[in-house]
Structures are given as C-alpha cells and as structure tokens.
C-alpha cells in the first residue's frame, strides 16, 4: 500500500494550493481518503474526508468554506483544493485512506488504516 502525498509548498496568505495524494495497493474505489494535518507541538487533525464512491465529502470547521476534497477514479487520487489559505492553515499534511463508517468521525486520526507521508504546507508574508 502507498500514499504519496505532493504539492506543499510555501504560499502567502489569501492564496492557493492543490495537493495531492496518488495511492496504489488497495481498492481505491471501497475506501474513505482523508487529509490530516499537524502542526509543530499539536495534535494531527483531520481536515476532510472524502468517500471515493461515491464521493460524499466532510470537513473540519476549519476548513468548510475554503478546502475542497476531490477525487480522480481513474487514477487512485484524491486532491485537497485550499484557498484563501491562513497562517494558522500551517502544517504537515498527510493523507490517509480506510473505512470510515461515520462521516462525524472524519476528523479523528484512530479511523485510518494507512498513511502517506506528509507534504508540508506553509503560509507566511
């Protein structure tokens, strides 16, 4: 199974960024890809959800509004649209796939059985 996370990078507030999450070794299509992120000292958090399916998506308040979760079928990918990014928007974001059962258990990271590694995203002026 691989999560490979991409497009990070360093941003000014207000702007924009694409990530994405290329996945191979699993069924892509009978899982829930999510984004989390942590940031230095704090706890990892989930940001969205999407169920590939069908593609029903949730978010974190935080994000509601902003980021937007999407997914290619045909290429096992999922992608985090973020815009009018903040600084407080600064972490490592990682994402994740399994089966999530309740769309109110987006955000807690107990619910993943695999991870990428992180993409790191930085706001700053």
């Known amino acids: 199974v691989q999560l490979q996370a991409s497009g990070g990078g360093l941003v000014q507030p207000g702007g924009s960024l694409r990530l994405s999450c290329a996945t191979s070794?699993?069924?892509?299509?009978?899982?829930?890809l999510a984004w989390f992120r942590q940031a230095p000292g704090k706890n990892r958090d989930g940001v969205s959800c999407?169920?590939?399916?069908?593609?029903?998506?949730y978010y974190a308040d935080s994000a509601k509004g902003r980021f937007v979760a999407s997914r290619d079928n045909a290429k096992n990918t999922v992608f985090l649209q973020m815009n009018n990014l903040e600084p407080e928007d600064t972490a490592v974001y990682f994402c994740a796939a399994g089966v999530l059962w309740r769309g109110s258990e987006c955000g807690s990271p107990e619910w993943p059985e695999h991870w990428g590694q992180g993409t790191e995203v930085t706001v700053s002026s």
């Open positions: 999407i169920q590939v399916a069908d593609g029903t998506t």
């Open positions: 070794g699993f069924q892509f299509y009978y899982y829930t």
